[in-house]
């Protein structure tokens, strides 16, 4: 029902909360008790000055009768039915069960954000203890200085004759290994109480990198003429690149992005997204240039000339992830292996031959993603050497929402998929894997 004929029900419904006759309300805006009626059963429109005397004598602002729910809160109400798949006739009514409950509209769609929100934590959270290195470097130095102390202390209690000098170092060992353990616990706990955060506790020197390129939103335009040393400098002082490690891959990445930005500059890309339609191989032909370079390009200046900026994942050979420009709706895992349906993957085994597939991204959202992946060998062509690949995918996000032929996941430990052939363990939120 649209929103313009229910401000008769909205009327009654703020009628009966107030605890107000349909009599009493018409006498004080002065009209009849059949024409309020009418009003109050979606007969008879009602507008103008009518309805600021009806929304003054209940207390509430115009707006919340003839406008009803916020657009808002009835998307997440529609986002909730869609998502539960058991309310389909419902869906049109959402505009009405608001304008009639909005407490419990409200509560179910408060609800719903929180499931989501309790979702993507216990992702982040399954894929930090599951995979993180830090956590399992950390755990190992603790058994070992834990069997340490335990050897140690063995040998005090079963040795019954011990020379001074022998007993004195044994007591020095366990009062060191003992300090190790105490500061390698602490470090620990406090890692795992900042482990509820997304952006916390960065470990691994392409976080970092990550960190980095996002707060630059991967533009680096005043490092465009920059030579080596200028290009070093810039790296050192960024507060992101904690260690030598992180400050080489940095590095790395810049001189990439700098070149790329040397090959198709912003002035040529801008002309082909006039019209907010993404075309990578289109580009690639028209500016002549490589379409991982137009894959890349459009994930670093999609923030400035599109209306939705644009992800991107890279990979090596070996499938490991190596580099990511996240985009919402579309997780892309830390430290456990992505799903292994990506066309990011696909390409791999298809190396030059340019991909396009639209996928939906399983979860609660559902939403729709064009992906285009590429993938190119790394340096030049030699006789007799089996070139090295490194594969692009550019995820561009769908206004619609809904089901596509391809349903891809996050990782297997928290995609919803109940049959899937390129499951590699249990998921946490799939019901019957």
């Known amino acids: 029902m649209p929103q313009q004929t229910l401000v008769g029900t909205r009327i009654r419904e703020r009628r009966i909360m107030s605890e107000m006759r349909q009599a009493e309300l018409a006498r004080q805006v002065g009209i009849s008790g059949s024409y309020l009626n009418l009003i109050e059963h979606n007969r008879r429109r009602i507008g103008g000055k009518l309805l600021v005397d009806i929304a003054q004598a209940l207390d509430v602002e115009p707006s919340l009768l003839s406008e009803g729910a916020e657009a ?3 998307s997440t109400l529609r986002e909730a039915s869609a998502e539960a798949n058991k309310a389909e006739p419902e869906m049109k009514r959402a505009d009405e069960f608001a304008g009639r409950f909005p407490g419990w509209a409200s509560l179910i769609a408060e609800q719903h954000q ?4 309790l979702e993507h934590t216990a992702a982040t959270l399954t894929d930090r203890l599951t995979h993180d290195p830090h956590l399992a470097t950390s755990v190992h130095e603790m058994l070992t200085t834990v069997t340490a102390i335990r050897s140690t202390a063995g040998i005090l209690v079963d040795t019954k004759e011990i020379e001074p000098e022998w007993r004195n170092r044994f007591h020095r060992n366990l009062n060191e290994d003992s300090q190790r353990l105490a500061e390698g616990a602490e470090q620990l ?9 997304a952006g ?4 691994l ?7 980095m390129l996002n707060a630059h939103g991967f533009r680096f335009d005043a490092l465009g003429q920059a030579d080596a040393a200028e290009l070093r400098a810039f790296v050192d002082c960024q507060e992101f690149l904690t260690t030598s490690d992180a400050r080489d891959m940095a590095l790395t990445v810049l001189r990439q992005l700098r070149a790329d930005a040397r090959m198709l500059p912003i002035e040529q890309i801008r002309p082909h997204l006039e019209d907010r339609t993404v075309d990578p191989a289109a580009i690639g032909t028209a500016c002549g240039v490589p379409l991982s370079v137009v894959l890349r390009r459009l994930a670093a200046v999609s923030d400035e000339l599109l209306p939705m900026p644009l992800g991107l994942v890279m990979c090596d050979g070996a499938g490991t992830l190596m580099l990511r420009k996240p985009v919402e709706g579309f997780a892309i895992p830390r430290f456990s292996g992505a799903c292994p349906k990506w066309p990011l993957f696909q390409a791999l085994s298809r190396p030059m031959q340019p991909l396009r597939q639209t996928v939906t991204v399983t979860g609660r959202d559902a939403r729709r993603f064009d992906c285009y992946a590429i993938t190119e060998p790394v340096g030049a062509i030699q006789v007799n050497v089996a070139p090295l690949y490194h594969s692009y995918m550019l995820i561009v996000p769908r206004d619609e929402s809904g089901v596509s032929e391809a349903e891809v996941g996050s990782t297997c430990r928290v995609c919803s998929m109940e049959v899937c052939d390129g499951r590699r363990e249990p998921s946490l939120l799939a019901v019957g894997v």
């Open 200 to 203: 916390a506790g960065m470990t």
């Open 189 to 197: 706990v406090s890692y795992l109480d900042d482990a509820g955060d």
């Open 114 to 117: 929180r499931l989501r929100s």
């Open 72 to 74: 808002a809160l009835l």
């Open 205 to 211: 020197p392409l976080e970092e990198v990550e960190a």
